[in-house]
Every structure is written in structure tokens, then in C-alpha cells.
């Protein structure tokens, strides 16, 4: 079964400073990688994702996250933090089943903080 | 277009007590899913349906928790009775069809004393 760990639960940054939140996986196939945000008191919404093709991925809010096989990661990045980049960052993987894929396995979340 | 609504979202009941929590999907989308957030970890699937049955309710602690989506539309979740661990943010999605991008709901934060 696949899992996903994040590297740190809390990270603190500046206001303009470079937005490292890092994500590895353990899956035997390459999997579906998916980064998903949660502000306070509300759902999850997906940033970005990665199914097949281009290994980087450019989401919304100016994020991007870079697929690499060899390092079983999918790290998420943003040079440049804003206020409003405050949440709570959850990295999922979906293993490859057939024609599609199996349930969302997510992590266990990384709380980033954004100091003005 | 509306998202997905969840109600009630905030719900404090006292262990061995019943309580159900209600979902109504995106219009359209064939599939649901019930997530459990246990604070500090991410969310873990308790079931999923594709219109009106059940693709995978491997992880539903069936002995307490049953979940229905009787029309292939609206569903409800249901805790009888219930425990201490079970005080936890409850999160319904849906997406259009089963391996399409799931939307969330706002949730429904149970607290069980």
C-alpha cells in the first residue's frame, strides 16, 4: 500500500521568502501526486496535480511542484510567500489502477506560517 | 456553479449518543466520498459511492458508522454509538465521475465528550 509523509509538520517563513514544503511517497509505479490546500474552518482545494507527462507542475496561487522519480518526491514550492499563503498543505498519491485510480492517500499535513 | 454543502458544521455530542451528518454533492457528479480528519493528520477515506452504491467502505468501522446515498444524490453519514476518537472533522467530496478531481465540502467538526 502506497504511503505519503511530509517533512515537518509546521514551517515558518517570511513574507517574500522562497515556500519549501516537502513530500515523499512510496509506491512501486510512478503514481497520480496531488497537492491540496486547507485554510481554517473550510475544505481542501486542490493546487496541483500530477497524473503523467511534464514532471513540473505549475498550479494555481503561483505554486509548483516538481516530480521526481529517482527521489520518490514531490516537493512544493513558491518564491515568493504571500500573508495569504497561511494554511495547512496536504500532499496526496494515488496509485494507477487499470484505466484510472485507486482512492487518495493523503499525508499529515504541513501548517505553513507566513511572518509579515 | 455550488459547491459542496455540509451541514450541520459544527455538532458536540456525549460518547454512546447518535449523530448524522448530511452531504449534497456538486450537481451532476456520480461520485461521493466521506473523509475523517483527526486533528493533526490528514484526511482518511471512510467510504465512497458511485451514484447509489458503494465502491469501497473498506475503512468504515461498520460496527458503529453507516453511510447511505439512497438516491445517487444527497448522503448522510451516521455514527451510533459513538465513541471519543470519534471527534474528528468530517469532510464529504464529490467529483464527476470516479477518477476525476474530487471538490471538497467545508466539513463538520464533531466533538464527542
Known amino acids: 500500500a502506497q504511503s505519503v509523509t511530509q517533512l515537518g509538520s509546521h514551517v515558518s517563513v517570511s513574507e517574500g521568502a522562497l515556500v519549501l514544503l516537502r513530500c515523499n511517497y512510496s509506491?512501486?509505479?510512478?503514481?497520480?501526486l496531488f497537492w491540496y490546500v486547507q485554510y481554517p474552518n473550510q475544505g481542501l482545494q486542490l493546487l496541483l496535480k500530477?497524473?503523467?507527462?511534464?514532471?513540473l507542475v505549475k498550479g494555481i496561487n503561483g505554486f509548483e511542484a516538481e516530480f521526481k522519480k529517482s527521489e520518490t518526491s514531490f516537493h512544493l514550492t513558491k518564491p515568493s510567500a504571500h500573508m495569504s499563503d497561511a494554511a495547512e498543505y496536504f500532499c496526496?498519491?494515488?496509485?494507477?489502477?487499470?484505466?484510472?485510480?485507486?482512492?487518495?492517500?493523503f499525508g499529515k499535513g504541513t501548517r505553513l506560517s507566513v511572518i509579515a | 456553479e455550488a459547491g459542496v454543502a455540509q451541514s450541520p458544521r459544527y455538532k458536540i455530542i456525549e460518547k454512546r449518543q447518535s449523530v448524522a451528518f448530511w452531504c449534497n454533492p456538486i450537481?451532476?457528479?456520480?461520485?461521493l466520498y466521506w473523509y475523517q480528519q483527526i486533528l493533526g493528520q490528514g484526511p482518511k477515506l471512510l467510504i465512497q459511492?458511485?451514484?447509489?452504491?458503494?465502491?469501497?467502505d473498506s475503512q468504515l468501522p461498520k460496527d458503529r458508522f453507516s453511510a447511505e446515498r439512497l438516491k445517487g444524490v444527497d448522503s448522510t453519514l451516521k455514527i451510533q454509538p459513538a465513541k471519543l476518537e470519534d471527534s474528528a472533522v468530517y469532510l464529504c467530496?464529490?467529483?464527476?465521475?470516479?477518477?476525476?478531481?474530487?471538490?471538497f465540502g467545508p466539513g463538520t467538526r464533531l466533538t464527542v465528550t
Open positions: 467530496a464529490s467529483s464527476l465521475d470516479r477518477y476525476y478531481e474530487q471538490y
Open positions: 509506491s512501486s509505479v510512478p503514481p497520480y
Open positions: 500530477y497524473t503523467t507527462g511534464a514532471t
Open positions: 496526496a498519491v494515488s496509485d494507477r489502477e487499470g484505466s484510472g485510480n485507486t482512492p487518495l492517500v
Open positions: 450537481s451532476g457528479h456520480a461520485t
Open positions: 459511492f458511485q451514484n447509489n452504491g458503494v465502491v469501497d
